[in-house]
Structure formats: structure tokens, C-alpha cells
């Protein structure tokens, strides 16, 4: 046997063989993933690390979610590995080429995927991902509603009442906000807010710091919740 029949037996017996056939090219779309990425739900609420490798594994290229991914939300123990782009989306799949998740990209640096049996998924570069919204119990305690000068004390408990929890307006309130009746308050979409007994229209905040809550839309006097 001649050296380059043999040398053309190589080349073929390596393009055939299953290793090669693995193999994965990374494109430039692709190296943009690489490295850490906040996964979590639509409210922010359960949120782990996905880390994005450039390691090849069978159908694409390596993943790895930090200890706590897999309680959260126990589909990715079965995660095997993601590629991306294919028809523009991005697949994590499992060991035999399932696909467990796939994420189209709604805005840059982030990517959502509604899940049948889990909800709406989401991926956010974790060094541009703002900061989870508060949890109740973060925020409860006792507040001042000022606008300027002291307009109103309440009290913000993390009992659940209704659909919030329980607040509380203390004695000497101004008369238009007294008059709202605010007896719950709840966190919705990152903003605060505080709802009327009778069932009217909620007063929302935005936080401007740990301490601070600027009302929106912003009214003729500005109003802002300062903890006490």
C-alpha cells in the first residue's frame, strides 16, 4: 500500500470519526456569550448563575449553572450544553440533543425563553443586569411620606393582607392623603406600591436609593418615601 493511499485513508477514517463529527466552530456571536450570565425567572425572585464555556461537547459547547441552579429550577441538571446562534436563538440541550430551553434575544444582553412547565426564563449579562427588585422584607418598616417637609407616617409590615401586605397610616397624616385609606402595599415590577382600601388608584414609587422612593409619574409637588 502506497504512503498516500494511506496518508487518504487517515483523512477519511479522522473526518468520519465521531470526535471530529462533534466538533463545533464558535462563531463571533457565539464568543459574546462566553462567561458568567444571570438566569432567572420573569420576577427575578429565583435567580442562579449560568456560566457559558468555549469547551466543546457533543451538538455545541460546554454550560455550567452555580449549586443552586439545579433547585431552583431542576430542568438544568439535565443540561448538557448550549449553542447559539441557530435560526438566531440560543439552546441549552441535554445529553441526547433535547432541547430543554430556547432563549430568542428581546433586547441586547438579554434573552427570554418561555418554558412549558417552568414559566418565561430570561438570561441577563450578569455585569449589566440591574439590581433584583426588593423583597418585602426588605423594605418593610416605618416610613415618612415627604414632599417637601413631612406629609404622612406609615407603617409598612411583611404580613400578608389581600393582594399585599398590611400597612398602616399613623395619626396626623395630610388630608389628602389620608383620605386615600391606604391599608396594603405590595412591590410589583420593581416599583412600590401603596393601594387604596376602597380599591382606587395605587400611588407607585421607584427607588432612588436604599432609603429613598420617588413617586411616579411625578406630581405637581414631588413626593418621595423616606425610611425612618
Do not use: H, Y
Not at 386615600?180 to 393601594?195: H, K, M, N, S, V
Amino acid at each position: 500500500m502506497t504512503g498516500l493511499r494511506i496518508a487518504a485513508i487517515v483523512v477519511a477514517a479522522l473526518a468520519l470519526s465521531p470526535a471530529s463529527a462533534q466538533q463545533t466552530a464558535m462563531g463571533d456571536s457565539a464568543k459574546d456569550m462566553l462567561g458568567p450570565w444571570e438566569f432567572s425567572n420573569a420576577d427575578r425572585d429565583k435567580r442562579c448563575t449560568a456560566t457559558f464555556r468555549n469547551t466543546a461537547v457533543k451538538g455545541g459547547f460546554k454550560v455550567e449553572f452555580d449549586a443552586d441552579c439545579a433547585n431552583l429550577f431542576p430542568f438544568v441538571a439535565d443540561v448538557a450544553g448550549w449553542r447559539f446562534p441557530e435560526n438566531d436563538n440560543l439552546f441549552l440541550f441535554d445529553a441526547g440533543g433535547k432541547t430543554l430551553a430556547e432563549f430568542s434575544e428581546v433586547e441586547s444582553g438579554m434573552f427570554e425563553a418561555p418554558t412549558p412547565g417552568v414559566g418565561v426564563l430570561f438570561l441577563q449579562n450578569a455585569a449589566a443586569a440591574a439590581p433584583p427588585p426588593k423583597k418585602p422584607e426588605e423594605v418593610a418598616g416605618d416610613w415618612t411620606i415627604t414632599g417637601p417637609g413631612p406629609l404622612c407616617e406609615i407603617s409598612l409590615a411583611a404580613a400578608v393582607e389581600g393582594d399585599g401586605m398590611k400597612l398602616v397610616i399613623k395619626p396626623g397624616c395630610r388630608d389628602d392623603i389620608a383620605r386615600q385609606q391606604f391599608a396594603r402595599w405590595r412591590i410589583d415590577g420593581g416599583e412600590l406600591l401603596l393601594l387604596p382600601a376602597q380599591g382606587g388608584t395605587p400611588w407607585r414609587f421607584v427607588e432612588n436609593d436604599t432609603d429613598t422612593w420617588q413617586r411616579i409619574p411625578e406630581v405637581a409637588t414631588p413626593m418621595t418615601l423616606v425610611r425612618k
